[in-house]
């Protein structure tokens, strides 16, 4: 079965620029989390969906993040407008059982607002 | 609330020589607790995950863990670095905080020729 997959890989945009970054969920896994990682701030929860539905996004910075999950495959998560400080990477993780069992991770959206 | 401290950002050890990463955690709830690797430009992958059954928790590549609670620890160790063990590595906690898990800020581990 095919991991975690995240698209696009890299993105550099300009600052002001809407960005929207990808995740296809391992299929049959229930739980969709997005994560986002700085040397500064570390590893940072930002959103969790458990059956598509948003359990806790209170990791969202600020308004302008939105995340999406309109069916079981497929996750979105939208910065509008993009600042400087959003240069991150964004993950995506899923999992059978919530927190409690393995999460599993993608590779990785490398963001890059200039 | 739950927390996670991971003594050291930056541990280096020789191959062939012991690996100890520190982590330490707080929760009002028996927790689940949870290693995870990261490799350069990669995802994080889970190594091992305690969940109240045995305290001393083995996962991939030789690492090992042990729950002690009454020093609210679970550090992971290796008997003998390799160099492909040169990565970060994420301790996590589970429990009192919903269904939120809290990750430490890693460890860095170089292992050296």
């Known amino acids: 079965d095919a991991g975690v997959i995240q698209s696009p890989r890299h993105e550099v945009t300009e600052m002001g620029q809407e960005v929207t970054l990808r995740c296809k969920p391992i299929?049959?896994?229930?739980?969709l989390f997005w994560y986002r990682q700085t040397m500064m701030r570390g590893l940072e929860l930002l959103i969790y969906?458990?059956?598509?539905?948003?359990?806790?996004d209170s990791g969202m910075p600020e308004d302008r993040f939105s995340a999406k999950m309109p069916n079981a495959s497929f996750s979105t998560l939208k910065i509008q407008p993009s600042e400087p400080r959003d240069s991150a990477v964004y993950f995506c993780?899923?999992?059978?059982?919530?927190?409690?069992?393995?999460?599993?991770f993608g590779e990785g959206s490398r963001l890059t607002v200039l | 609330a739950q927390s996670v401290t991971q003594l050291g950002s930056h541990v280096s050890v020789s191959e062939g020589a012991l690996v100890l990463l520190r982590c330490n955690y707080s929760?009002?709830?028996?927790?689940?607790l949870f290693w995870y690797v990261q490799y350069p430009n990669q995802g994080l992958q889970l190594l091992l995950k305690?969940?109240?059954?045995?305290?001393l928790v083995k996962g991939i590549n030789g690492f090992e863990a042990e729950f002690k609670k009454s020093e609210t620890s679970f550090h992971l160790t290796k008997p003998s670095a390799h160099m492909s063990d040169a990565a970060e590595y994420f301790c996590?906690?589970?429990?009192?905080?919903?269904?939120?898990?809290?990750f430490g800020g890693g460890t860095r581990l170089m292992v050296k020729p």
């Open positions: 299929s049959g896994h229930n739980s």
């Open positions: 929760s009002s709830v028996p927790p689940y």
């Open positions: 969906f458990n059956n598509n539905v948003p359990i806790d």
């Open positions: 305690y969940t109240s059954a045995a305290t």
């Open positions: 996590a906690v589970s429990g009192d905080a919903g269904n939120m898990l809290t």
């Open positions: 993780a899923s999992s059978l059982n919530g927190i409690t069992g393995e999460l599993f």
